[in-house]
């Protein structure tokens, strides 16, 4: 989105199993405002191509891919907004010797990811799932991404519209490589420690919360709030992992951070 020649770039990353249609809302809003946006598809998801080695789904693998793009988009500094795995993508980017990233929007998502919502996607991602109709694909997806939002009735049938592909025959599922959960599947989940990496990082940060997310708690935010970049924070009421970026309230705080 947004022009080519903008001088304000932001990279947009998905979570594990979506894909960069989840910032359609926020990016049509940042390009009105001669921002140049890009959403990419994580590799394994969406329009992207699928990797023949399962092994390859893998963070070293997506900060790789991340590094190339944005030199390809001329180079940083970039803003980021990364929502649950690509807040982790972005977290790692940013981290870096020579980081490429200005300022960063963690979309429920921090330096510790709790145990209860790892359990809570191991048990869902990486099928590979086939319904007969939009209706029996949208119940499915609506089951495991109630606590998403908010959204009104349009934009959660275009969540999900993003989110499905049909087979030849016309079958319909998942928009995304089933075996991107290989390494998910390998072990049982534990709460993954990424503090040692938050200290590095020295760019403004925005952390959006979800009111009852299972995978960023309110300690977790408040910590990440006192200490390394000491980020700032907004909390989605009502909502659990994760804030959908859609609604006003959101997209105008993402927007005020970025141009502060």
Sequence with gaps: WGPETADRTVVC????????????????A???????????DVVGRGESDWLVDEKGYDF???????????????GGPVSWVGTSMGGI?????????????????????GPFLD???L??????????????????AKAAVDAVTDKFGPMDADQRRRFVEVAIRVRPGGAITMKYDPKIAWAMKQTEPEDIDLW?????????????????????????AKRMQAEGPKAEEFVVPGVGHAPALMSAAEIDRIVRFLEA
């Excluded at 990353?13 to 049509?28: E, I, K, S, W």
């Excluded at 040692?196 to 977790?220: F, H, K, M």
Aim: net charge neutral.
């Design 13 to 28: 990353v998905h979570g594990l199993t979506r894909n960069g249609r989840d910032f359609d809302d926020l990016a049509a």
């Design 30 to 40: 940042l390009a009105a405002r001669g921002w140049r946006v890009a959403a990419p």
């Design 115 to 117: 145990k209860a919502g």
């Design 60 to 74: 070293a693998v997506y900060v790789r891919d991340m590094t190339h793009l944005i030199a390809r988009l001329g």
């Design 89 to 109: 993508i972005g977290q790692m980017l940013a981290a870096g010797a020579d980081a490429p990233v200005s300022r960063m929007v963690l979309n429920d998502i």
């Design 119 to 136: 359990v809570r996607i191991k048990g869902y991602v990486g099928g590979d799932p086939s319904y007969a109709s939009f209706d029996e």
């Design 196 to 220: 040692a990496l938050w200290g590095q990082i020295a760019c403004p940060v925005l952390v959006l919360r979800g009111e009852v997310s299972d995978l960023l708690s309110a300690a977790t």
